[in-house]
């Protein structure tokens, strides 16, 4: 039996314009800025790995080292774009599901995980958009009780070279 292989759709090509090397910055990150590299899966899927120096605490507790790794694709049979995203400094794996918004720019994702101070779940909003094919933001927001969403972290990607 001969597997039938995924070609890419148009859905895919929001992914690849994420193919490349990125400077990030944001307000995390402080001095220190991060690096993101992204390639192409065939087409059908991209992996983001990024490294960089997570801030110290108000305290002076944690910081060094980190690494990141994001996974995004388009199912077909879901009508959805879907992902994956952990890093070095927790053991939990995100899951994403979402959707491009009207405007063409924008990818938003929606996730379960922890929440910042440990106790319990919340979900969560994650939006990939681009202000140009060299600059894009990552935002992630949480469900509020009312049902809005509050952003709390804001990246700024820039493409190198």
Not at 13 to 40: A, I
Not at 85 to 90: D, I, P, R, V
Not at 97 to 113: C, H, I, N, R
């Amino acid at each position: 039996m001969t597997m039938v292989m995924a070609k890419p759709r148009a859905e895919h090509g929001f992914l690849e314009k994420m193919v490349g090397s990125w400077d990030v910055t944001s307000d995390m990150s402080g001095e220190t800025p991060w690096v993101e590299n992204v390639r192409s899966l065939q087409g059908i899927w991209i992996v983001a790995e990024g490294t960089g120096d997570m801030p110290k605490g108000e305290g002076g507790e944690g910081g060094g080292p980190a690494t990141t790794m994001l996974t995004l694709g388009y199912d077909a049979a879901k009508g959805k774009y879907v992902g994956t995203w952990f890093g070095s400094m927790m053991d939990y794996l995100w899951v994403y599901e979402g959707e491009v918004e009207p405007d063409g720019k924008t990818l938003s994702l929606y996730t379960t995980g922890p929440t910042m101070s440990g106790e319990g779940m919340a979900d969560y909003r994650e939006q990939v958009t681009f202000l140009s094919d060299d600059h894009r933001t990552f935002t992630s927001s949480a469900r509020q009780p009312d049902g809005s969403w509050k952003q709390f972290m804001e990246a700024h990607y820039r493409r190198k070279g």
